[in-house]
């Protein structure tokens, strides 16, 4: 595997010909906007494009580079999730985005492709409480298995904590959150 | 130290499934010598040889990309100096390269030097406490003061250059704190050859240790493929063999116009990767010496009221410029509404952030690629029929930063 | 004065506990214990009637006999490790088939 | 600087509030004598354990290397198992996933034993104050230095170190010092 | 002196003997063992004994012991597992028997007054033994090797083998 | 009979503070010696009156600590083989030293008195019989601590003590072959003389491999820094001892600088002269201006128990040194190092050793 930008890279449009020509309409919306390349895709198509981008000869997209999360709260659907990719032959990289309503909130889950997949997707559900089908283990990861609810989630109140052990001195901690 | 027998948060694993000898169930961390204080490995050991681990991690889970959602642009900064502690400037870089990019602002050429420079400061300073901290768990106590003497005296120069020794709050988007103090190129160049020399020192005692060979070589190794499958980068990564450098690949900063090889191993095992370290510290003093040739003169920020404060001179005397000050201080600078991922070679490898802007003085959302996160999620592979020994070489080697891997 | 005499006397006691003990007890590692005793109460007895004779034949016996008690431990202790691991027991009265 | 502080006063007060912590001084030369003997080889021979999680532990490393040596006051001597440990260097942020852990670390150190809160993190939270992290260690166990900084300088931490070494000095014997943690811990649980 | 000597010591070894066969706990087994023959060398330096007694406490207490410890702490058994001790019938037979040969010493084998016949000067030397092992009994020498030979590859074959 | 009672006495009171002082002091040569090495002052505050006397007060300090720390039991574990085991450690390193001769014998009060406690003609086997015995206490240490750490830390113990064990005693034989005798004030004493007028006959010469091997066994029985593997504290926290504190936990630090040094005594006394002056004392010192000084009995008795300190010391030396530059063996590699390297070497070192002292004696 040599250093990327060996081979050109695709082109945006022709990349989208392609999608388009294996799966039919999959992409709901693309733009590439400050440089970044992005696409947006049927959530019940997510694996099997990822699969496609993966694995496909001329695109290559092997590398996942992130998976996260981002949680617009009112609006519909409200979450979404974001993986960004690279493909390390051409050195091409591509946003890829699905969105997610509130009252399902399922995706598959893309172990199967990257092993790397198997934490940052317990981090999004430890977060933002999305669930992975498919995923081997699925818990939590940074916070602790009594916590309760999903901190990054916006209607999350940024100081509400939940102490395991009894805090000392709690009339002092009244007198700070005022 | 029983640590939490029954405070373990891990799954349950059915140990009285058949086996031949008695498993043992052993707690590594989070309060262990090795494992920096913050991470917990659940390993059954069959005598001394692991059959199943578990990785626990969150103990310095701080919330990073939730606060960041709740200050403006310019108070995340000081966030992350926090992300990868031991290299702050490379992340205040990544963060103002991320910013810079949703206003298209191109910094002036002095600072561009100036960050490569220092960067490259921050990523000796990196490299030599993951060797030194590796070392020392090593029972190799000695070469880790060593080199922690080497990064005492990085720590001196950027103390000069920014104000603090550790957590600097040096960048903005769109330039600089401050330029760069007087007499500050004689300083680095007397530290140049004392960093050379602790190098070396390292060197000497480690490289060619036979016991240190032994406890590292083909411990922990892992191929090229599955590296690249946990979605490795950096000196973890180039170890494997795979010579992918964020500053080669994708060059920001000054990183285009400085001459510099990317050190590359080949097993992928332990020793691999303080190889590679060991030679990229060296590609970072010749990075710095040349920028230290190159540097040109001028100013360290652009001249862009949407991103940088005026000068106090117009402040003072200007109703504009007051105005613009107040709003950049109160509201923050506003970026576009959109979102842009923006990477650089972090001490670890590839350090990303994925910005969202809702067009407000706030990030919408913050999202770090951490590193090691990734890296440190192959720990379990990697121990797996290794002795209950090769934990602490090969978790060392993989430079597991909590501040970044859990935010 | 204690003569040959105190000295079989301890060391046939000797050897009654060592063999009550192998008689009595079930765990395996503990009758190996016991056989242990057994072995250096004759030992005991040796050194003794050697003093007696002034010849250094008992010594020499002793130590032949040092030798085998060592063997025997280390093969027995492996034999033991061995039968945990098929049986996942010590338990001499688990133990009654030589096959399987 | 325009602030008017009154030294004077504040240091009367500080005074009188050590006064009142301090234990009564034993009575009887050889006890006093025996007492001191105690405090100075105490506070010379500190075995600390360090339970360091964030980035104050740069700074940890940084006080042990030849520029800061923390080895001179007799405090270079890490040990990792509690129960030999004389003082708790909490370094770093705690968070409510750490905590339960940190106090167990706490209750299996052996008396006597002293807590030092290193870093803005562990005296107070610094400037983390959301869901996940402890304001301060001393919600969770008691603490008796506190060194401010982000992270703190190492010749504040020598500082802290100095001064932890004075209170243990002025500190009476074994027996004298669990009962007043005891009652400190009463008072700061408000049961028995 | 030496009679008190003597009597201080069988004391010991019979005591540590006895919580052998009766602690229920095998690692508590092992220190009793451990006692027993550090008493048993003491009295073989009452027999001036003196090259023996070292390589006692060498093999038996330094070696053999070790090793039961190791083996003890690796199987790591849980104590319920294991009953001390149980009475059956067999078991009975045992104890009655040890009963009667108790008896049988006390009657038969106690201790009388005399002492031991003089000993040569250079009893307990390393050559006074040394002589005689190489010489008379040179092939049990080397079958003892042989024996040691076999131990070893065998407990190493025992303890390799897959079960 | 009063008088050989007290000449007993003065040995005995003589050797142990020799041996408890010197591992005293070690503490703080350790710490000294380390921040040499790195580079650093050292511990040197604590001070008695205004004197600071280098850090010598530090060990003090720590001891004093040590003993009003409160003392810990586990709760599950075994309470009486918890408090037996630290004195297991350290009563063995203590006793070997009762055979160790501090110099030739001397006369005193019309008797002739050797230099050592016990004059026990099997003295290197006693050494090695009795050092054997640690391993228990290092065993149930681990074993009654009811801690995981703690039992990994014995079992490396047991099996890497063990192991060494072995070697270690037959490292020695080639010594035995060469001098023929078990006594170690025998061995000193035929190390006295030269080869060629300059080369001492030292038994290192004889025996180089030997010597190697025996210090390298020995190095693993002390359980020091390339293999302390049973404590070692990056792995399992502080192994055997995790769950000691207090004094027990200081008879433990203790019995390993009283091994540190038995191993530098019989390192001298076997292979580097013991007691021998470098130079030949009975024929008086020859001074370029004072001319020739004889000596009595007791001045020469005197330097040889000197030099033997100093051989003592110059190992402990050498001891620290290789522990603050070397990292740790892993547990395969150590039980490696032991049966496939210095197993095979010691039986061909004594093979060789055997047939030369059959050519030479004939």
């Given at each position: 595997?040599?250093?990327p930008k060996?081979s050109?890279?695709v082109?945006?449009?022709?990349?989208?010909?392609?999608?388009k020509?294996?799966?039919?309409?999959?992409?709901?919306?693309?733009?590439?906007d400050?440089?970044?390349?992005?696409?947006?895709?049927q959530?019940?198509?997510?694996?099997?494009?990822?699969?496609?981008?993966?694995?496909?000869?001329?695109?290559?997209f092997?590398?996942?580079?992130?998976?996260?999360?981002?949680d617009?709260?009112?609006?519909e659907?409200?979450?979404?999730?974001?993986?960004?990719?690279?493909?390390?032959?051409?050195?091409?990289r591509?946003?890829?985005?699905?969105?997610?309503?509130?009252?399902?909130?399922?995706?598959?889950?893309?172990?199967?492709l990257?092993?790397?997949?198997n934490?940052?997707?317990?981090?999004?559900?430890?977060?933002?409480?999305?669930?992975?089908?498919?995923h081997?283990?699925?818990?939590?990861?940074?916070?602790?298995?009594?916590f309760?609810?999903?901190?990054?989630?916006?209607?999350?109140?940024?100081?509400?904590?939940?102490?395991?052990?009894?805090?000392?001195?709690?009339?002092?901690?009244?007198?700070?959150?005022? | 130290?029983d640590?939490?027998?029954?405070?373990?948060?891990?799954?349950?694993?059915?140990?009285?499934?058949?086996?031949?000898?008695?498993?043992?169930?052993?707690?590594?961390?989070?309060?262990?010598?090795?494992?920096?204080?913050?991470?917990?490995?659940?390993?059954?050991?069959?005598?001394?040889?692991?059959?199943?681990?578990?990785t626990?991690?969150?103990?310095?889970?701080?919330?990073?990309?939730?606060?960041?959602e709740?200050?403006?642009?310019?108070?995340?900064i000081?966030?992350?100096?926090?992300?990868?502690?031991?290299s702050?400037?490379?992340?205040n870089?990544?963060?103002?390269?991320?910013?810079?990019?949703?206003?298209?602002?191109?910094?002036?050429?002095?600072?561009?030097?100036?960050?490569?420079?220092l960067?490259?400061?921050?990523?000796?300073?990196?490299?030599?406490?993951?060797?030194g901290?590796?070392?020392m768990?090593?029972?190799?106590f000695?070469?880790?003061?060593?080199?922690?003497?080497?990064?005492?005296?990085?720590?001196?120069?950027?103390?000069e250059v920014?104000?603090?020794?550790?957590?600097?709050?040096?960048?903005?988007?769109?330039?600089?704190?401050?330029?760069?103090?007087?007499?500050?190129?004689?300083h680095?160049?007397?530290?140049?050859?004392?960093?050379?020399?602790?190098?070396?020192e390292?060197?000497?005692?480690?490289?060619?240790?036979?016991?240190?060979?032994?406890?590292t070589?083909?411990?922990?190794?892992?191929?090229k493929?599955?590296?690249?499958?946990f979605?490795?980068?950096?000196?973890c990564?180039?170890?494997?063999?795979?010579?992918?450098?964020?500053?080669?690949?994708f060059?920001?900063?000054?990183y285009?116009?400085?001459?510099?090889?990317?050190?590359v191993?080949s097993?992928?095992?332990t020793?691999?990767?303080?190889?590679?370290?060991?030679?990229?510290?060296?590609?970072s003093?010749?990075?710095?010496e040349?920028?230290m040739?190159?540097?040109?003169?001028g100013p360290?920020?652009?001249?862009?009221?949407r991103?940088?404060?005026?000068?106090?001179?117009?402040?003072y005397h200007?109703?504009?410029?007051?105005v613009?000050?107040f709003?950049?201080?109160?509201e923050g600078?506003?970026?576009?509404?959109?979102?842009?991922?923006?990477?650089?070679?972090?001490?670890?490898?590839?350090?990303?952030?994925?910005?969202?802007?809702?067009?407000t003085?706030?990030?919408?959302?913050v999202?770090?690629?951490p590193?090691?996160?990734m890296?440190?999620?192959?720990?379990d592979?990697?121990i797996?029929?290794?002795m209950m020994?090769?934990?602490?070489?090969?978790?060392?080697?993989l430079n597991?930063i909590?501040?970044?891997?859990?935010? | 004065?204690?003569?040959?005499?105190?000295?079989?006397?301890?060391?046939?006691?000797?050897?009654?506990?060592?063999?009550?003990?192998?008689?009595?007890?079930?765990?395996?590692?503990?009758?190996?214990?016991?056989?242990?005793?057994?072995?250096?109460?004759?030992?005991?007895?040796?050194?003794?009637?050697?003093?007696?004779?002034?010849?250094?034949?008992?010594?020499v016996?002793?130590?032949?006999?040092?030798?085998v008690?060592?063997?025997?431990?280390?093969?027995?202790?492996?034999?033991?490790?061995?039968?945990?691991?098929?049986?996942?027991?010590?338990?001499?009265?688990?133990?009654?088939?030589?096959?399987? | 600087?325009g602030?008017?502080?009154?030294?004077e006063?504040?240091?009367?007060?500080?005074?009188?509030?050590?006064?009142?912590?301090?234990?009564?001084?034993?009575?009887g030369?050889?006890?006093?004598?025996?007492?001191?003997?105690?405090?100075?080889?105490?506070?010379?021979?500190?075995?600390q354990?360090?339970?360091?999680?964030?980035?104050?532990g740069?700074?940890?490393?940084?006080?042990?290397?030849?520029?800061y040596?923390?080895?001179r006051?007799?405090?270079?001597?890490?040990?990792?198992t509690?129960?030999?440990?004389?003082v708790l260097?909490?370094?770093?942020?705690?968070?409510h996933?750490?905590?339960?852990?940190l106090?167990?670390v706490?209750?299996?150190?052996?008396?006597?034993k002293w807590?030092?809160?290193?870093?803005?993190?562990?005296?107070?939270?610094?400037?983390?104050?959301?869901?996940?992290?402890?304001?301060?260690?001393?919600?969770?166990?008691?603490?008796?230095?506190?060194?401010?900084?982000?992270?703190?300088?190492?010749?504040a931490?020598?500082?802290g170190?100095?001064?932890?070494?004075?209170?243990?000095?002025?500190?009476?014997?074994?027996?004298?010092?669990?009962?007043?943690r005891?009652?400190?811990?009463k008072?700061?649980?408000?049961?028995p | 002196?030496?009679?008190?000597?003597?009597?201080?010591?069988?004391?010991?070894?019979?005591?540590?003997?006895?919580?052998?066969?009766?602690?229920?706990?095998?690692?508590v087994?092992?220190?009793?063992?451990?006692?027993s023959?550090?008493?048993l060398?003491c009295l073989?330096?009452?027999?001036?004994?003196?090259?023996?007694?070292?390589?006692?406490?060498?093999?038996?207490?330094?070696?053999?012991?070790?090793?039961?410890?190791?083996i003890?702490?690796?199987?790591?058994?849980?104590?319920?597992?294991?009953?001390p001790l149980?009475?059956?019938?067999?078991?009975?037979?045992?104890?009655a028997?040890?009963?009667?040969?108790?008896?049988?010493?006390?009657g038969?084998?106690?201790?009388?007054?005399?002492?031991?016949?003089?000993?040569?000067?250079?009893?307990?030397?390393?050559?006074?033994?040394a002589?005689?092992?190489f010489?008379?009994?040179?092939?049990?020498?080397?079958?003892?090797?042989l024996v040691?030979l076999?131990?070893?590859?065998?407990?190493?074959?025992?303890?390799?083998?897959?079960? | 009979?009063?008088?050989?009672?007290?000449?007993?006495?003065?040995?005995?009171?003589?050797?142990?503070?020799?041996?408890?002082g010197?591992?005293?002091?070690?503490?703080?040569?350790?710490?000294?010696?380390?921040?040499?090495?790195?580079?650093?002052?050292g511990?040197?505050?604590?001070?008695?009156?205004?004197?600071?006397?280098?850090g010598?007060?530090?060990?003090?300090?720590?001891a004093?600590?040590?003993?009003?720390k409160?003392?810990?039991?586990?709760?599950?574990?075994?309470?009486?083989?918890?408090?037996?085991s630290?004195?297991l450690?350290?009563?063995?390193?203590?006793m070997?030293?009762?055979?160790?001769?501090?110099?030739?014998?001397?006369?005193?009060?019309?008797?002739?008195?050797?230099?050592?406690?016990?004059?026990?003609n099997?003295g290197?086997?006693?050494v090695?019989?009795?050092?054997?015995?640690?391993a228990?206490?290092?065993?149930?240490?681990?074993?009654?601590?009811?801690?995981?750490?703690s039992?990994?830390?014995?079992?490396?113990?047991?099996?890497?003590?063990?192991?060494?064990?072995?070697?270690?005693?037959?490292?020695?034989?080639g010594?035995?072959?060469?001098?023929g005798?078990l006594?170690?004030?025998?061995?000193?004493?035929?190390?006295?003389?030269?080869?060629?007028?300059?080369?001492?006959?030292?038994?290192?010469?004889v025996?180089?491999?030997?010597?190697?091997?025996?210090?390298?066994?020995?190095?693993?029985?002390?359980?020091?820094?390339?293999?302390?593997?049973?404590?070692?504290?990056?792995?399992?926290?502080?192994?055997?001892?995790?769950?000691?504190?207090?004094?027990?936990y200081?008879?433990?630090?203790?019995?390993e600088?009283?091994e540190?040094?038995?191993?530098?005594?019989?390192?001298?006394t076997?292979?580097?002269?013991?007691?021998?002056?470098?130079?030949?004392v009975?024929?008086?010192?020859a001074?370029?201006?004072?001319?020739?000084?004889?000596?009595?009995?007791?001045?020469?008795?005197?330097?040889?128990?000197?030099?033997?300190?100093?051989?003592?010391?110059?190992?402990?030396w050498?001891?620290?040194?290789i522990?603050?530059?070397?990292?740790?063996?892993?547990?395969?590699q150590?039980?490696?190092?032991?049966?496939?390297?210095?197993?095979?070497?010691v039986?061909?070192n004594?093979?060789v050793?055997?047939?030369?002292v059959?050519?030479?004696?004939?």
């Open positions: 595997m040599a250093s060996t050109a890279p082109a945006f449009s022709s990349l989208l010909s392609v999608i020509g294996h799966f039919g309409e999959v992409v709901l919306a693309h733009r590439s400050f440089g970044d390349d992005t696409i947006v895709v959530r019940e198509r997510w694996l099997d494009v990822l699969r496609f981008l993966k694995d496909a000869p001329s695109l290559a092997n590398y996942l580079v992130d998976l996260t999360c981002v617009y709260f009112g609006q659907p409200r979450f979404e999730m974001v993986v960004h990719l690279l493909a390390f032959e051409s050195g091409k591509l946003r890829v985005k699905a969105r997610i309503p509130e009252e399902d909130a399922t995706i598959a889950s893309l172990v199967p990257w092993r790397s997949a934490w940052l997707e317990r981090e999004v559900y430890d977060m933002f409480g999305i669930r992975f089908a498919g081997p283990d699925l818990r939590r990861i940074l916070m602790y298995d009594e309760e609810g999903y901190p990054l989630r916006k209607d999350y109140p940024l100081k509400k904590s939940q102490p395991r052990v009894p805090l000392l001195s709690p009339e002092r901690e009244e007198e700070e959150e005022i | 130290m640590t939490e027998k029954s405070l373990s948060p891990s799954a349950e694993v059915d140990i009285l499934e058949p086996t031949e000898t008695r498993r043992m169930r052993v707690n590594v961390g989070p309060s262990h010598p090795a494992m920096h204080g913050v991470i917990q490995i659940v390993v059954e050991v069959e005598g001394e040889t692991i059959v199943y681990s578990d626990n991690f969150g103990y310095l889970h701080r919330g990073f990309e939730k606060e960041c709740n200050h403006t642009y310019q108070l995340c000081p966030y992350t100096d926090r992300l990868n502690y031991v702050p400037l490379i992340n870089e990544g963060f103002c390269l991320a910013v810079e990019k949703f206003f298209g602002v191109d910094v002036p050429e002095r600072c561009k030097y100036i960050r490569t420079m960067s490259e400061l921050s990523r000796i300073s990196d490299h030599q406490t993951c060797i901290a590796a070392a768990e090593l029972g190799a000695t070469p880790f003061l060593y080199l922690m003497k080497g990064r005492e005296l990085i720590y001196r120069i950027l103390e920014t104000g603090h020794r550790l957590t600097i709050n040096y960048m903005r988007p769109g330039g600089l704190a401050a330029n760069l103090p007087e007499g500050f190129f004689e680095l160049r007397d530290i140049i050859p004392v960093i050379r020399e602790v190098t070396s390292t060197d000497k005692l480690l490289t060619k240790n036979r016991i240190f060979i032994d406890r070589r083909n411990v922990g190794a892992i191929s493929e599955d590296a690249l499958s979605s490795y980068s950096g000196p990564l180039r170890a494997c063999g795979v010579a992918y450098d964020v500053r080669k690949a060059p920001y900063s000054a285009d116009r400085v001459d510099f090889e990317v050190p191993g097993t992928g095992d020793l691999d990767r303080y190889l590679v370290r060991m030679g990229e510290m060296e590609q003093v010749r990075i710095i040349q920028c040739r190159q540097i040109p003169d360290v920020s652009v001249n862009d009221p991103v940088i404060l005026p000068p106090k001179q117009e402040v200007t109703i504009e410029g007051l613009n000050h709003k950049l201080v109160y600078i506003r970026p576009p509404k959109g979102e842009v991922y923006q990477m650089v070679e972090g001490g670890n490898g590839e350090l990303g952030y994925y910005i969202v802007s809702d067009g003085g706030r990030p919408y959302r999202r770090v690629r590193p090691c996160f890296i440190v999620s192959s720990m592979f990697m797996k029929g290794a020994a090769d934990i602490v070489p090969v978790f060392g080697s597991m909590a501040g970044e891997m859990e935010r | 004065m204690a003569g040959p005499s105190s000295y079989m006397f301890v060391a046939a006691i000797l050897f009654l506990i060592g063999a009550v003990g192998v008689v009595v007890r079930r765990d395996l590692i503990v009758i190996l214990m016991a056989v242990e005793i057994m072995l250096n109460a004759v030992n005991l007895q040796f050194l003794a009637f050697a003093r007696q004779l002034g010849q250094s034949e008992g010594q016996f002793v130590f032949m006999v040092m030798v008690a060592a063997a025997e431990a280390a093969i027995g202790l492996a034999f033991v490790l061995l039968l945990y691991r098929t049986r996942k027991t010590i338990n001499v009265d688990n133990i009654n088939l030589m096959r399987g | 600087m602030l008017n502080i009154d030294y006063h504040l240091n009367q007060e500080l005074k009188d509030t050590l006064q009142k912590a301090r234990p009564a001084p034993p009575s030369f050889v006890m006093a004598k025996l007492d001191e003997a105690i405090g100075w080889a105490r506070k010379y021979s500190i075995f354990y360090p339970f360091v999680t964030a980035c104050c740069m700074e940890f490393m940084s006080v042990a290397v030849s520029h040596d923390i080895d006051f007799g405090a270079g001597m890490p040990r990792f509690p129960r030999q440990a004389d260097f909490v370094v770093g942020t705690i968070n996933k750490q905590a339960p852990i106090k167990r706490y209750e299996q150190m052996c008396e006597p807590v030092i809160a290193f870093g803005a993190c562990a005296s107070s939270g610094g400037f983390y104050d959301n869901y996940t992290t402890v304001r301060g260690a001393d919600k969770i166990i008691p603490v008796d230095i506190y060194i401010p900084g982000c992270p703190p300088r190492p010749e931490v020598l500082d170190l100095i001064m932890l070494q004075a209170q243990i000095q002025q500190e009476g014997y074994m027996n004298k010092r669990k009962a007043l005891k009652q400190g811990l008072e700061l649980h408000g049961q | 002196m030496q009679v008190a000597f003597f009597w201080l010591f069988s004391a010991l070894a019979v005591g540590c003997a006895l919580g052998v066969v009766l602690k229920k706990n095998p690692v087994s092992a220190v009793f063992l451990m006692g023959m550090f008493a060398a073989f330096l009452l027999l001036d004994a003196h090259f023996i007694a070292v390589i006692q406490v060498l093999v038996y207490a330094g070696a053999v012991m070790v090793l039961f410890g190791f003890i702490m690796i199987l790591n058994l849980p104590q319920e597992e294991l009953p149980t009475l059956g019938v067999t078991r009975a037979w045992g104890v028997f040890g009963a009667v040969a108790l008896l049988f010493l006390a038969k084998f106690f201790p009388t007054k005399e002492g031991f016949m003089p000993t040569p000067q250079e009893f307990g030397d390393v050559r006074f033994i002589g005689p092992l010489k008379e009994y040179a092939l049990a020498f080397e079958l003892t090797s040691l076999v131990g070893v590859v065998g407990a190493v074959l025992l303890a390799k083998r897959k079960a | 009979m009063w008088i050989d009672l007290l000449i007993v006495t003065c040995k005995v009171l003589f050797m142990f503070l020799f041996v408890l010197i591992a005293g002091l070690l503490t703080w040569v350790e710490r000294k010696q380390s921040a040499i090495l790195q580079d650093r002052i511990a040197n505050r604590a001070s008695i009156f205004g004197v600071r006397m280098i010598l007060f530090h060990p003090i300090a720590d004093l600590k040590l003993f009003t409160e003392d810990f039991v586990p709760l599950h574990g075994h309470r009486v083989l918890f408090m037996l630290p004195a450690a350290i009563v063995p390193a203590l070997t030293f009762a055979v160790i001769p501090f110099g030739d014998n001397v006369h005193v009060l019309g008797r002739e008195v050797s230099l050592r406690v016990s004059d026990i099997a290197v086997v006693l090695f019989a009795i050092s054997s015995l640690s228990y206490g290092i065993t149930l240490a681990g074993w009654a601590s009811d801690n995981r750490y039992l990994l830390g014995a079992l490396r113990g047991a099996a890497q003590m063990f192991s060494y064990e072995v070697v270690l005693g037959l490292s020695v034989v010594i035995l072959l060469v001098y005798t006594d170690l004030n025998e061995i000193v004493r035929a190390q006295g003389g030269y080869w060629l007028g300059f080369i001492p006959r030292w038994g290192v010469f025996q180089p491999v030997g010597f190697l091997l025996y210090f390298t066994a020995a190095f693993a029985e002390t359980k020091r820094m390339p293999f302390d593997l049973p404590e070692g504290e990056s792995e399992i926290v502080a192994g055997y001892f995790t769950e000691y504190s207090g004094m027990k200081a008879a433990f630090l203790f019995s600088f009283c540190m040094v038995l191993v530098a005594g019989l390192s001298a076997l292979f580097f002269g013991g007691w021998q002056l470098p130079v030949d009975a024929r008086g010192l001074f370029p201006l004072v001319g020739v000084v004889h000596l009595s009995g007791s001045w020469v008795a005197l330097l040889q128990v000197l030099t033997f300190c100093l051989k003592v010391v110059a190992f402990l050498l001891l620290m040194q522990r603050w530059t070397l990292p740790r063996f892993r547990y395969d150590v039980m490696a190092l032991c049966w496939k390297v210095l197993l095979p070497l039986l061909l004594i093979a050793t055997a047939a030369a059959l050519a030479v004696k004939g």
